[in-house]
Nanobody, 119 residues
Framework: QVQLVESGGGLVQPGGSVRLSCVGP????????MGWYRQGPGNQRELVAS???????TYADSAKGRFIITRNNKEHTVWLQMNSLKPEDTAVYYC?????????????WGQGTQVTVSL
């Protein structure tokens, strides 16, 4: 059973910063691409940032220049540093892991952590 556990969410003022963490099994972090998705009020779940096992990153346009995704496979951890936060960043943030086999995709989701950006 694969378990991804997020932490670090909370209430933050506009312009502030938060750092989300996701911890999972070593077997996952050694091979899987990791990502952070979010789902805000009334919105669909969307990709915020992803990082391959080798460290190549991808960011949503809304995250570029403000967010940074990093990982340490030995520590089984992926982080999302979020800076210059805006009210529209308010969402539940989910940790995600995926790996493509020849015939199918294997993927796992965390339970999510709430980030609220508000005065």
């Amino acid at each position: 059973q694969v378990q991804l556990v997020e932490s670090g969410g909370g209430l933050v003022q506009p312009g502030g910063s938060v750092r989300l963490s996701c911890v999972g099994p070593e077997s996952i972090f050694g091979h899987y691409e990791m990502g952070w998705y979010r789902q805000g009020p009334g919105n669909q779940r969307e990709l915020v940032a992803s990082i391959t096992s080798g460290g190549m990153t991808t960011y949503a346009d809304s995250a570029k220049g403000r967010f940074i995704i990093t990982r340490n496979n030995k520590e089984h951890t992926v982080w999302l540093q979020m800076n210059s936060l805006k009210p529209e960043d308010t969402a539940v943030y989910y940790c995600h892991a995926e790996f493509y086999f020849s015939t199918q995709k294997d993927e796992y989701w965390g339970q999510g952590t709430q980030v609220t950006v508000s005065l």
